[in-house]
């Protein structure tokens, strides 16, 4: 347990069989290696470009809270949590809450990010992460995978979405929701690390 918050961990299944043995094993070891950024630390800046070839810069962002949504078209559970995204940041933009999602995937062009989120209204900018820098500096490893950033650029939540159980359907506990309304009304985040679910991130090393 952090000092103010609560970590919960979510249980991890691998398939056990004859068959799908080594694949289980490979993919619930997937990512092991990536150190984890811890939560109340500060987080890496980056400069990186979105479809348009537009350059952010995480520096320039601070005094915002905001919300890195570590995302992958090729993943089914990225895609599913999509429409809530938008949702989301329809409803916090206007309260000041800056959203870009992140893609690490080693093969994904910008151009095809471009016209997922054109064909799915993602009104956010959408990142590129070339070569998985940026993912391997703050240790991210599943899409979708959640960071939200303090006003200090301070790690204040990490991991899930939410609770889903299926990539289409909302869960019951909005991780994300809760803990920006817990930023928002300046009190510490309650639940601050909940473990990621979803696609392995594909790296190019």
Same mark, same amino acid.
């Given at each position: 347990?952090?000092? @103010?918050?609560?970590?919960?961990?979510? &249980?991890?299944?691998?398939?056990?069989?004859?068959?799908?043995?080594?694949? &289980?094993?490979?993919?619930?070891?997937?990512? &092991? #290696?990536?150190?984890?950024?811890?939560?109340?630390?500060?987080?890496?800046?980056?400069?990186?470009? *979105?479809?348009?070839?537009?350059?952010?810069?995480?520096?320039?962002?601070?005094?915002?809270?905001?919300?890195?949504?570590?995302?992958?078209?090729?993943?089914?559970?990225?895609? @599913?949590? *999509?429409?809530?995204?938008? +949702?989301?940041a329809n409803q916090y933009g206007p309260k000041g809450v800056l959203f870009?999602?992140? *893609?690490?995937? /080693?093969?994904?062009?910008?151009?095809?990010?471009?016209?997922?989120?054109?064909?799915?209204?993602?009104?956010?900018?959408?990142? /590129?992460?070339?070569?998985?820098?940026? &993912?391997?500096?703050?240790?991210?490893?599943?899409?979708?995978?959640?960071?939200?950033?303090?006003?200090?650029?301070k790690l204040a939540y990490h991991g899930a979405f939410d609770d889903r159980?299926?990539?289409?359907?909302?869960?019951?506990?909005?991780?994300?929701?809760?803990?920006?309304?817990?930023?928002?009304?300046?009190?510490?985040?309650?639940? #601050? +690390?909940? +473990?990621?679910? @979803?696609?392995?991130?594909?790296?190019?090393?």
């Amino acid at each position: 347990m952090y000092k @103010g918050g609560t970590i919960l961990k979510g &249980a991890q299944f691998c398939l056990v069989g004859v068959f799908v043995v080594a694949f &289980a094993l490979t993919s619930c070891s997937s990512g &092991a #290696q990536i150190k984890a950024l811890p939560i109340g630390s500060a987080v890496p800046s980056f400069t990186l470009k *979105d479809f348009n070839g537009q350059e952010h810069t995480l520096a320039s962002l601070k005094g915002k809270i905001v919300v890195l949504d570590f995302s992958s078209i090729e993943c089914p559970y990225s895609r @599913g949590t *999509d429409p809530s995204w938008v +949702e989301l940041a329809n409803q916090y933009g206007p309260k000041g809450v800056l959203f870009f999602g992140i *893609d690490s995937h /080693k093969s994904t062009t910008p151009d095809q990010l471009k016209q997922y989120a054109t064909e799915n209204k993602i009104t956010f900018p959408v990142l /590129k992460d070339v070569n998985n820098t940026y &993912a391997d500096a703050v240790g991210a490893t599943r899409t979708p995978e959640v960071f939200i950033l303090d006003k200090d650029q301070k790690l204040a939540y990490h991991g899930a979405f939410d609770d889903r159980k299926v990539p289409e359907k909302a869960g019951e506990n909005a991780y994300v929701r809760k803990a920006l309304d817990d930023l928002l009304a300046g009190n510490p985040v309650k639940t #601050q +690390e909940v +473990e990621a679910w @979803g696609c392995s991130i594909k790296r190019v090393k």
